[in-house]
């Protein structure tokens, strides 16, 4: 169980171009999905937190004008880069993590990830 | 603030040998620890948490707040545990919010 479910794993797009990415959970409910990036050979870094149906919550340093996040749904995050330049190529990560009593029974489980190229 | 320090980035071990992989940690307050696997080509996956004090694939990690680390031993390595892991933790006031470590590449030659 706790399958997250991203898509696409791969795009590859001109610069300028607004780019949305999916995050899924498949058999649970996420209450809350967080979105991560991943530089080569380096650890995660969170970019945001979102509940569903609130705002989301953005790390410092990260736009959120230009990081759009969606969560309308207890299975459904969206990701979008807008106007994406090159500098913004990377590997973006989401997971989910679902509701309970506590926040320790609910770890977070993770998508395959989605690597962007921009041109 | 809170912050987690995996000191290696790389460990090579040969198959049968024991594995530890360190991880220090920084929080103020009551933090849950986990370690997270990355195999090849695959999604991160949750090995273990401190808190069910189990052990996963012959894995297992003792929470020492007196050193506050949260390393992660195996007696005898597998070359099928050849992977990335990633100790992560999360404060209690942080709404499941996972603090990365820097990461360690586990390879165990045969």
């Known amino acids: 169980g706790a399958v997250v479910s991203q898509h696409p794993s791969r795009v590859i797009c001109k610069s300028g171009t607004s780019v949305k990415i999916e995050c899924r959970s498949l058999?649970?409910?996420?209450?809350?999905m967080f979105w991560y990036r991943q530089f080569p050979k380096q650890s995660l870094m969170l970019m945001a937190t979102s509940n569903e149906g609130s705002k989301a919550t953005y790390e410092q340093g990260v736009e959120k004008d230009k990081f759009l996040i969606n969560h309308a749904s207890l299975t459904l995050s969206t990701l979008t880069v807008t106007s994406a330049h090159p500098e913004d190529s990377s590997f973006y990560i989401c997971?989910?993590?679902?509701?309970?009593?506590?926040?320790?029974?609910?770890?977070?489980?993770f998508g395959d990830g989605t690597r962007l190229s921009i041109l | 603030a809170q912050r987690v320090t995996q000191p290696e980035k790389l460990l090579s071990v040969f198959k049968g040998a024991p594995v530890e992989l360190k991880c220090n940690y920084s929080y103020s307050g009551s933090p849950e620890l986990f370690w997270y696997v990355q195999y090849s080509r695959q999604r991160l996956q949750l090995l273990l948490r401190?808190?069910s004090r189990e052990s996963i694939k012959g894995f297992t990690a003792d929470l020492n707040k007196g050193e506050t680390s949260f390393h992660l031993k195996k007696p005898f390595a597998q070359e099928e545990d050849s992977a990335m892991y990633y100790c992560a933790l999360s404060g209690n006031n942080a709404g499941n919010m996972l603090t990365f470590g820097g990461g360690t590449r586990l390879m165990v030659k045969p």
């Open positions: 401190h808190i």
């Open positions: 997971s989910a993590s679902g509701a309970g009593q506590s926040y320790s029974n609910q770890p977070q489980h």
């Open positions: 058999d649970f409910q996420a209450t809350t």
